[in-house]
């Protein structure tokens, strides 16, 4: 599926409308990454501000991360302003297996590398990749599985579903939480986020992987409450997936995924269904879980991984 490339992109920057378009601005959701977009582009790019800028303004602060971070220092700043960070934006289907977008992401890179060497003459090596959400796992997968990665230099993820999600498991029962924009595309209740989830790669790829762990999800009964699963999701065909489904099947109580969030029954699910979702999310999820390394940093709510 061909992503449109004909969104919003501002007009009153220094960089023309049609250069932004070329470098995929008009490929992503303006109202929620236009702004994050033209933040880094003026910010990274701003050579006249070495005095004031924000880089100056970093000098001798900490950003709070776990692995022994030291500050900014002036040659630091300095030499930062001897290259240019031209911002790019890809798009990706998000309804598609994550692995052909991370395929696509890889094609992308090639060609923005051999764009700057052909028609700028400039020596671009390596790219710097920032995610969001899912986007975390279209990047993991390109740089750590595809064999990308000697033309990464890092990776900043923002809130990566690294061992799954499991508000999508959620939404298939109670719907889309949130504004009622959102609940238009993903479904605003059960019937519709399953017509628009169940035969999507991308987002069942969000299901909670064996690193979640288990008991994520509670069933309460009055007083009682069964914790599920009880062993490793989706283990093997007839195994605990088909533990899990017959025991939601036979519950008709109300239920919760989180505070606030309750619902009646479940009973959607049979190892029928449940399994051959399995088929395409396990090997994703075997392929692309992350395991910590000496090289990640997590600041504030944000992972950085880099060589």
């Known amino acids: 599926m061909v992503v449109d490339d004909d969104g919003k992109v501002p007009t009153d920057m220094k960089l023309p409308a049609e250069e932004l378009k070329r470098r995929g601005w008009g490929e992503i959701a303006a109202m929620s990454y236009g702004p994050a977009l033209r933040w880094l582009e003026e910010h990274l790019n701003d050579f006249g ?12 602060q900490t950003l709070g991360a776990d ?14 302003y001897r290259y240019r960070f031209p911002v790019h934006a890809f798009g990706y289907n998000w309804l598609d297996d994550n692995a052909q977008s991370a395929q696509a992401l890889g094609r992308r890179i090639d060609e923005i590398i051999e764009r700057y060497a052909r028609a700028d003459r400039m020596r671009c090596e390596k790219v710097i990749l920032v995610t969001h959400s899912m986007g975390g796992l279209v990047a993991r997968h390109c740089c750590e599985v595809l064999g990308w990665r000697d033309k990464i230099y890092g990776i900043v993820h923002g809130v990566m579903p690294a061992t799954g999600a499991a508000a999508v498991y959620r939404r298939m029962k109670a719907g889309t939480e949130g504004t009622w924009g959102v609940a238009q595309v993903l479904g605003a209740d059960a019937a519709e986020v399953t017509a628009v989830l169940s035969g999507a790669p991308g987002p069942l790829q969000l299901l909670p992987s064996p690193e979640y762990g288990n008991g994520w999800l509670k069933i ?11 062993s490793t999701p989706c283990a093997a065909p007839g195994g605990a997936c088909a533990t899990r489904s017959s025991s939601i099947r036979s519950t008709r109580s109300k239920t919760h995924a989180s505070a606030g969030s309750r619902w009646r029954g479940i009973g959607v699910c049979s190892k029928h269904t449940f399994v051959p979702l399995a088929s395409f999310t396990k090997p994703f999820h075997s392929a692309t879980t992350p395991t910590p390394t000496p090289s990640a940093a997590t600041a504030r709510g944000t992972r950085l991984t880099a060589r």
Request: aromatic share 2%; hydrophobic share 30%.
């Open 67 to 80: 692995l022994g971070e030291q500050p900014l220092g002036e040659e630091e700043v300095r030499l930062s």
């Open 49 to 60: 501000s070495y005095q004031n800028g924000l880089r100056a303004q970093l000098k001798r």
């Open 220 to 230: 309460r009964a009055g007083a009682q409450e069964l914790a599920l699963s009880r």
